[in-house]
């Protein structure tokens, strides 16, 4: 484990205040969100590794309320897009207008530009608006006639869509999906943490009104970049490097897939590995970090065939089976 850095009081700085700092985060959440700890880690994971992540769950799994409470538990901005069919890009990215008491075009900026961007039902909006986001979450910037323009640091693209209802939707295209670092899915509660939703409710919690919730600021974009700082100096040995290849590469010969992991999933894989390590306490990667993060880096980035499909194949039960079959290193 990495030793902490103190100062002259003792107080820990640094890496190790930001691990602490971010580690207090699922507790701040828990004031407004039940449960959903998976989801809380992953959305942390991402915003360390400089992902993005699409949230798939069905409506009123607290999917929207997750987000916002990280956002004011993080101190970061935060702003929400209601994708709509009718939604077109320059309601995203923002568009020139112009003032005709200067006669001149100025730039208004489009709700892009935050820290963290909640868009909502993305499979709602067409091709073209889903693919104005490219940009943003690929080159940080956004391009509006020919002039770059750099979003904020730390920037984060939280997608939500909905896995039941087809109807009036556009599924992203396998080129979109893999530009997000996570897929992670949001499930029903359980039966007891229903009770403490509704038991919260009944004693006056209101999820439009985090304050009153008690949630407070316990991190900041200072301990963001403090640890990801700690996480480039993680060790992945050889044989870590070789194990993450040896599973993506899995993917392309399995008889359940159309499409297997590109080598951006692989580099993926290996990023979150060296988050996830990090926030556990260690300096260096181990193949059980490895697999903790394959399921929500590689699940939305694979096709099955049709045939596995209708058999009641999964993703997921297909990524299981890899991490279980590819030798593991010692």
């Keep these: 484990m990495m030793d902490p850095t103190t100062d002259n009081a003792g107080?820990?700085?640094g890496a190790a205040a930001a691990?602490?700092?971010?580690?207090a985060l699922r507790a701040e959440i828990a004031k407004a969100v039940v449960g959903q700890d998976p989801a809380v880690t992953g959305l942390v994971v991402?915003?360390?590794?400089?992902?993005?992540v699409l949230l798939e769950g069905v409506?009123?799994?607290?999917?929207?309320?997750?987000?916002?409470?990280?956002?004011?538990?993080?101190?970061l901005g935060t702003k929400r897009v209601q994708f709509t069919p009718d939604l077109m890009p320059s309601d995203v990215t923002g568009s020139l207008v112009y003032d005709a008491r200067t006669a001149e075009f100025s730039f208004q900026p489009g709700p892009v530009f935050?820290?963290?961007?909640?868009?909502?039902e993305i499979n709602r909006t067409p091709p073209k608006t889903q693919s104005s986001l490219l940009e943003a979450m690929e080159?940080?910037?956004v391009t509006v006639d020919g002039t770059p323009r750099p979003l904020p640091d730390p920037f984060l693209v939280v997608a939500t869509q909905n896995p039941v209802e087809y109807e009036g939707t556009y599924p992203l295209p396998e080129a979109q999906l893999d530009r997000f670092l996570l897929k992670l899915t949001v499930p029903l509660p359980s039966r007891q943490d229903e009770i403490d939703v509704l038991t919260r409710h009944a004693e006056g919690f209101?999820?439009?009104?985090?304050?009153?919730?008690?949630?407070?600021?316990?991190?900041?974009p200072s301990d963001l970049e403090a640890a990801r700082a700690a996480i480039a100096r993680i060790t992945v040995s050889p044989e870590i490097t070789a194990y993450v290849v040896d599973v993506c590469r899995a993917t392309r010969s399995s008889p359940s897939f159309s499409l297997g992991v590109s080598p951006r999933g692989a580099t993926a894989l290996l990023s979150t590995s060296r988050a996830w390590a990090w926030l556990t306490g260690r300096d260096y990667v181990t193949p059980d970090d490895v697999k903790a993060l394959a399921l929500p880096t590689l699940r939305h980035r694979v096709q099955l065939r049709p045939e596995a499909e209708m058999e009641g194949v999964t993703a997921d039960s297909v990524i299981d089976?890899?991490?279980?079959?590819?030798?593991?290193?010692?």
Excluded at 114 to 120: E, M, P, Q, R, V
Excluded at 206 to 220: E, K, S
Excluded at 322 to 327: N, Q, Y
Aim: aromatic share 0%.
């Design 11 to 13: 107080r820990p700085q």
């Design 19 to 23: 691990r602490t700092s971010l580690e």
């Design 46 to 52: 991402a915003l360390l590794c400089r992902g993005h």
């Design 59 to 75: 409506p009123g799994v607290a999917k929207t309320l997750l987000v916002r409470t990280l956002a004011s538990a993080l101190e």
């Design 114 to 120: 935050t820290n963290l961007l909640l868009a909502d």
């Design 139 to 141: 080159e940080r910037q």
């Design 206 to 220: 209101d999820p439009r009104d985090l304050h009153t919730a008690g949630v407070r600021p316990v991190a900041g």
């Design 321 to 330: 089976a890899i991490l279980a079959h590819v030798p593991v290193p010692r």
